[in-house]
Each structure stands twice: as C-alpha cells, then as structure tokens.
C-alpha cells in the first residue's frame, strides 16, 4: 500500500475490535468479535465477563486486521487505541495491548476518545470499507468533506450514551448535554428484558413497535421542554413497567401479554424516546445556529428515529448526516479519527492511562 496507515483498537464495551486504515480512510484490515451471546443470559453486558472475553480475543483480532490488509507492525504509521469513556476493565486491555505493541514496534500511540469517534463515523463511507482497490471515487470521507462538515451538532445515541455536542471540528467538541440516567439504547434494551425480546434488545422494540400503535399509552417525554440539552430516561422505563405489570412486580419472566400490548407498548415506547431526542438535537442546531446534525451510535439504526429526524431537517432547513448503519454501533475503523490527532502531532505517551467516565 502505498499510503500511511494506523492500526485502531477499540475495547471500551463489549466488542473486541481492530482496524487497519489508510490515511484518506481506506479500510484495509478489519476485525470485530462481539460478545453478545456471553451476556445475553444476564440481559446486559457484565463487565467482568467483558474484560476477560476482551482479553482472550485482543491479540488475535489484531492479528486478523493486520494480515487481512497485508500490513506488518512496521508498516504502521501508529497505534490507536480508545482510552475513554467506557468500562474499566474492557478499555484497559485495549490500552495495554496497545501501549506493548507501541512498545515492541517502536510506533507513536494515539489515543481517542470513543465519543469523538462515534460522530467521527458520519464521515467515512460505506465504500471504504473493505476496498482495496484504491479507486478514489467510492474511498473516503461520504458526500461531505472534513471541512466542510463542521460546525455542527453531534448527537450520540448508543447502549451507553446519549449526548449532544457542538462540533467544531473532529476532535473540538463542546458537551452540551447528556442523559442524567439511562442511555437511550439501555432503556431499549431493557424494555426488552421486560418483554422477553432478548438482548440486545433495540431492534426487537424496533421491530414490534412497528406494528403496534404509538399512541396507546402516554409515555412521559421528560425532560422535553425543560430548556436543557440533558436527558433522562428512566422514568420512562418505569412508566413501560407500570403499564405492563403495575407497580411492585419484580419478576416478568411468567408474564402474558398479547401480541397486540406488545406492539403497542413498545410504539408508544419508541415513540417517546424518538420525540425527546428529535426535540433537543433540534433545538440544538437552531440555538447555535449551525447547518448540520451528525448522528452515531446504535440507536441511529432506528427507523423511526432516522424518519423523524430527516422530516425535521426537512422542515428546518439543516442538513443531516447519519453514520452508516455498519458504522453506528461499537468498531474500530472509527478510529481512523486517529489521523486528525496525528495531523496536529498528539500522541500519547507509554504511561497512557484509561479515564472511564464521560469526558465532557
Ligand atoms: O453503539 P452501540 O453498539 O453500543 C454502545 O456503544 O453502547 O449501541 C448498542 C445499542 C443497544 O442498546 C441496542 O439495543 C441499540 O443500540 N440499538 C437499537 C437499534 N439497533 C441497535 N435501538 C433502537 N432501535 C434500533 N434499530
Ligand atoms: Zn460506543
């Protein structure tokens, strides 16, 4: 290959994963092993069964990425690696693995911060991943340039986070607000726990709630108007329980519900989350008068989400840009945000350290 290119690691949750990535966002190599069904019995991810299913894949996940792009260690141009937010114990085998390759290669490491990265998603194509072939009309960036992206608001809706930034470029991003409790994918999945509909659980709500009746029970919007840019949405969960059990109730597992309140529950379920996050990311963009929402994260797969976003965008004139769906949940060809940080020389020292909590 005849462009630079950087090895990403990426292990703040529960999904192992590895790319390699050219500097025009080419992805030469790329590697995920998901957990999924090591948590699925629980109906969440269990942190200490996250690290040590991270730590038994890191190292030949990496190995994957590298032999897929054809790419040896001393071919790398860096070694990127996402040191926050996330689980502890999940972004220390990242950053051990690759602060020791860092090391044993003699190659500047970068860290990335995994919010950054999600939005960072919104820029990189469908058509760079897995194409070597180097024809620069389908490689790159999407539709939208780097600069002409920004500035922008940035919504992130994952497992663990919902949160709204002002980007003013791929790596200056202001915190505006985020939730105060439940991210919203969590709040999915545990109206899925509650329901039986497995875990994950996002896309089973999002499957049921379409064909079911979004107005058949008046879910709360908290937060909705209360003129700032955080959300909650536990009192949501709380109402979904009440609805479905009443309260006091702990155990669903012997429940019967028609496939009618199913639907139902989880339209109306939907619904409110979709209406609270529409709501804030387009206040946003009219109270700091930027043309373009950036949108990443697993919830940004949701239909209903996506179609009330472009009516808005529609009607308010801004410009939407939502992270490829392959892009929106956890990955490592995000990390290609790693070259704006190269691009104004910040790197990491070997005394990297992890910072779990959200970084505002
Ligand atoms: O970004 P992601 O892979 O994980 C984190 O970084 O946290 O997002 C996973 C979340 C899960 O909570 C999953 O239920 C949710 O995204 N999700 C969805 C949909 N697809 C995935 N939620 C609603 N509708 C969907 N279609
Ligand atoms: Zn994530």
Not at 70 to 94: K, M, Y
Not at 163 to 182: H, M, Q, S
Not at 195 to 210: H, K, T
Not at 267 to 291: M, N, T
Request: glycine fraction near 8%; proline fraction near 4%; hydrophobic fraction near 45%.
């Amino acid at each position: 290959c005849d462009e630079d290119v950087l090895l990403a690691i990426e292990s703040t949750c529960d999904e192992t994963a590895a790319a390699v990535v050219t500097r025009s966002g080419r992805v030469l190599g790329e590697c995920i092993a998901t957990q999924e069904n090591l948590h699925e019995q629980f109906g969440g991810v269990v942190p200490e069964i996250a690290a040590r299913a991270h730590l038994e894949r890191i190292l030949p996940v990496i190995d994957t990425s590298l032999r897929q792009a054809n790419v040896e260690g001393n071919d790398l141009h860096a070694i990127a690696v996402a040191d926050r937010p996330g689980l502890a114990g999940s972004l220390l085998v990242g950053v051990v693995a690759a602060k020791s390759l860092a090391m044993a290669w003699q190659k500047p490491l970068v860290a990335i911060n995994h919010l950054h990265a999600h939005l960072y998603a919104c820029q990189l194509s469908r058509a760079a991943r897995n194409d070597t072939t180097g024809s620069e009309a389908d490689v790159g960036p999407q539709s939208v340039d780097d600069e002409s992206v920004y500035p922008a608001i940035g919504l992130i809706v994952s497992g663990g986070h919902t949160t709204l930034y002002l980007c003013r470029d791929a790596i200056d991003l202001e915190y505006l607000g985020g939730t105060i409790d439940d991210a919203a994918g969590e709040a999915f999945d545990k109206v899925a726990a509650m329901l039986s509909l497995g875990f994950p659980g996002g896309v089973a709500v999002a499957r049921w709630a379409e064909k079911g009746d979004d107005q058949a029970f008046s879910f709360p919007r908290s937060k909705q108007h209360d003129g700032s840019y955080d959300f909650s949405f536990s009192g949501l969960k709380t109402a979904v329980r009440y609805a479905i059990v009443g309260p006091g109730r702990q155990d669903f597992s012997t429940l019967e519900l028609s496939d009618e309140i199913k639907a139902n529950v989880c339209a109306s379920f939907e619904a409110a989350v979709v209406d609270v996050l529409v709501a804030k990311s387009r206040r946003a963009i009219r109270e700091h008068g930027v043309p373009r929402l950036l949108v990443g994260g697993g919830v940004a797969a949701n239909r209903r989400l996506r179609r009330q976003l472009e009516e808005v965008a529609e009607a308010d004139g801004f410009d939407l840009v939502i992270a490829p769906p392959e892009l929106c949940t956890d990955n490592a060809v995000m990390g290609a945000i790693a070259w704006k940080k190269i691009d104004r020389n910040d790197f990491a020292t070997l005394d990297l350290d992890i910072t779990p909590g959200l970084q505002r």
